[in-house]
């Protein structure tokens, strides 16, 4: 009795910590968690506790959150982390619950239904069962977590189906990055009808003929650029300098030109010429 008194009425903070330390009762414990004025000690108390009850009753209603942090720590039964990451009133509390989860069924069900798309971020993003990650990528409503989930996806078709069909911009652009199958990426830089798209897989391919194909063909002009940036065909060049119809890509292929064809571009185009700068 006296050791809880001092732990609930010294005045010096540190005094009540070392004091609660050698409290064990779960109702003082509690108690001291609750109402004491230092956040220290209400922390102390916390993570004196044992009971699973008294835990989670902590958790759900202390209002410092390093004291329900504390508790949340002591908690290692996946079902409670579960029902804690579920309904517990504080996003902090329900994504430090989740990190504690290992399970990948109770992380498919937190990415895919609770509440806060934070949390539900977060799930997907620690889910590693390869057919879950599938089924979030393809039909959770936020394209957040299905991006989050898409990162960590291994299979190129699953990649390919995505960049080809998911609504979200950003979702398409992640899966391009995520895609290393070369034919894949031909195929979206020749093919795609997104223009961003195409620029982002011309970025990564390296097939000569494809890429003289885009260079002169390609509706969009930011693609060509990318192309005219990564060929070194003199006579492609020379041409795309002097009949693209975008100036700042006569410009980007007269300055990739060296030697001659430079020098014949330079000398049969003085509208060019000026345009680049290049006097």
Same mark, same amino acid.
């Given at each position: 009795?006296?050791?809880?008194?001092?732990?609930?009425?010294?005045?010096?903070?540190?005094?009540?910590?070392?004091?609660?330390?050698?409290?064990?009762?779960?109702?003082?414990?509690?108690?001291?968690?609750?109402?004491?004025?230092?956040?220290?000690?209400?922390?102390?108390? +916390?993570?004196?506790?044992?009971?699973?009850?008294?835990?989670?009753?902590?958790?759900?209603?202390?209002?410092?959150?390093?004291?329900?942090? +504390?508790?949340?720590?002591?908690?290692?039964?996946?079902? $409670?982390?579960?029902? *804690? +990451?579920?309904?517990?009133?504080? %996003?902090?509390?329900?994504?430090?619950?989740?990190?504690?989860?290992?399970?990948?069924?109770?992380?498919?069900?937190?990415?895919?239904?609770?509440?806060?798309?934070? *949390?539900?971020?977060?799930?997907?993003?620690?889910?590693?069962?390869?057919?879950?990650?599938?089924?979030?990528?393809?039909?959770?409503?936020? %394209?957040?977590?299905?991006? +989050?989930?898409?990162?960590?996806? $291994?299979?190129?078709?699953?990649?390919?189906?995505?960049?080809?069909?998911?609504?979200?911009?950003?979702?398409?652009?992640?899966?391009?990055?995520?895609? $290393?199958?070369?034919?894949?990426?031909?195929?979206?830089?020749?093919?795609?009808?997104?223009?961003?798209?195409?620029?982002?897989?011309?970025? /990564? *391919?390296?097939? %000569?003929?494809?890429?003289?194909?885009?260079?002169?063909?390609?509706?969009?002009?930011?693609?060509? /650029?990318?192309?005219?940036?990564?060929?070194?065909?003199?006579?492609?060049?020379?041409?795309?300098?002097?009949?693209? %119809?975008?100036?700042?890509?006569?410009?980007?292929?007269?300055?990739?030109?060296?030697?001659?064809?430079? =020098?014949? =571009?330079?000398?049969?185009?003085?509208?060019?010429?000026?345009? $680049?700068?290049?006097?």
């Amino acid at each position: 009795q006296r050791i809880l008194q001092i732990a609930r009425n010294d005045p010096d903070a540190e005094v009540r910590a070392e004091a609660v330390r050698r409290v064990s009762a779960p109702a003082d414990l509690i108690a001291i968690a609750d109402t004491d004025p230092d956040r220290k000690v209400r922390v102390v108390a +916390a993570s004196r506790l044992r009971g699973k009850n008294a835990l989670l009753r902590l958790i759900a209603t202390n209002t410092e959150p390093l004291a329900r942090l +504390a508790a949340l720590e002591l908690i290692r039964d996946q079902p $409670t982390l579960f029902n *804690v +990451a579920m309904v517990n009133s504080d %996003p902090m509390i329900r994504k430090a619950a989740l990190e504690r989860i290992t399970k990948n069924d109770l992380l498919f069900s937190i990415a895919m239904t609770n509440s806060d798309s934070f *949390v539900r971020i977060s799930a997907a993003s620690r889910v590693t069962d390869q057919k879950r990650l599938i089924t979030i990528a393809r039909t959770n409503s936020d %394209p957040l977590v299905r991006r +989050a989930a898409m990162r960590d996806i $291994t299979s190129q078709a699953v990649l390919t189906e995505i960049v080809t069909q998911d609504p979200d911009s950003d979702i398409r652009k992640t899966a391009v990055a995520l895609i $290393t199958r070369m034919d894949v990426l031909e195929q979206l830089a020749a093919g795609s009808p997104d223009p961003v798209i195409r620029y982002l897989a011309v970025r /990564k *391919v390296n097939n %000569p003929g494809l890429l003289k194909r885009i260079a002169v063909t390609d509706p969009d002009a930011l693609v060509r /650029k990318t192309v005219v940036e990564q060929i070194s065909d003199e006579a492609l060049l020379a041409s795309i300098a002097e009949f693209d %119809p975008d100036a700042t890509i006569r410009a980007t292929a007269i300055k990739r030109l060296k030697g001659p064809a430079l =020098v014949m =571009v330079l000398k049969g185009d003085d509208a060019t010429l000026s345009e $680049t700068s290049l006097a």
